[in-house]
């Protein structure tokens, strides 16, 4: 009778460690991912250029990235959390190798959640801008500058898509932590 239960108590054990060893698999899958959004919307926006010619060819408007300092925080935020995520995936990778890294998943909540409130900050400042270059302000006189600059500001809402993607899979990344910590 004793060796049944001790034989159940170790299958619920092993069955554990199978779903810590699955949510570690998923949770370098996610980060992955949302690397690639990062650096996506960094290279996007920090390479969105558009110049327009008034009237002659002497005479050029431009509309830059770096014109606006919401979109250069944007740009360095985004690098800053790629760079974080790939100096995360090998913690992660050491997470599926062993399963009781509780001190280090601890680590990754919070260096986790640091980088969602930067990622947060950078892509709603830069989506306030966005939004202005679309439809303009018609109680201060700012005009929508989309209908000349559709280039860029199709490169600069784009851009948007990969910041906030990389919100969301944050927000899974502290959740799923935060659940194998508890199984742990």
């Known amino acids: 009778m004793k060796a049944a239960s001790i ?5 619920s054990k092993a069955k554990v460690r199978g779903v810590n060893r699955g ?12 690397l690639v959004g990062t650096l ?7 390479t969105a ?4 010619s008034f009237s002659t060819q002497i005479v050029n408007f431009e509309a830059q990235y ?15 959390a790629c760079g974080y995520l790939a100096l995360s995936i090998p913690i992660s990778i050491f997470h599926i190798i062993r399963k009781r890294a509780g001190k280090s998943r601890v680590l990754l909540i919070f260096l986790d959640a640091i980088m969602l409130v930067f990622i947060t900050s950078g892509a709603s400042a830069a989506a306030a801008i966005v939004y202005l270059a679309h ?11 989309c209908q000349q600059y559709t ?5 600069s809402a784009g851009s948007l898509i990969g910041s906030f993607g990389a919100m969301a899979l944050l927000v ?12 742990g």
């Open 40 to 46: 996506a919307s960094a290279v996007a926006m920090g």
């Open 23 to 34: 949510i570690s698999v998923f949770d370098l899958v996610l980060r992955i991912a949302a």
């Open 7 to 11: 034989e159940a108590g170790e299958g």
């Open 172 to 183: 899974l990344l502290i959740i799923l932590s935060a659940i194998a910590l508890s199984r």
């Open 151 to 155: 280039d860029f500001c199709q490169r």
């Open 135 to 145: 439809n303009g302000n018609t109680s201060t006189n700012w005009f929508s500058i």
């Open 66 to 80: 770096d014109d606006i300092d919401a979109f250069k925080f944007f740009v360095i935020v985004n690098a800053i």
């Open 49 to 52: 250029d558009q110049a327009l």
